[in-house]
């Protein structure tokens, strides 16, 4: 689902991993029609990055017990 938010609205998938700094950047480069897929590669690539360092804390919250 955060995928295809990721694609459709870019910035507001930043808001739902807790980036709005980064979410309102994206939403002034969404405005342009060259921005929009700049701005949607970007925005998977975070949401790639936040999936991936979830993993790792819950696999280290395995080991801190």
Do not use: E
């Amino acid at each position: 689902m955060r995928l295809m938010l990721a694609l459709i609205l870019p910035w507001l998938q930043f808001f739902t991993i807790g980036k709005p700094f980064s979410g309102i950047f994206c939403l002034i480069l969404q405005c342009t029609v060259i921005g929009w897929p700049l701005a949607a590669i970007w925005s998977v690539y975070a949401l790639s990055q936040f999936n991936t360092d979830k993993k790792i804390r819950a696999a280290l919250g395995q080991f801190s017990h």
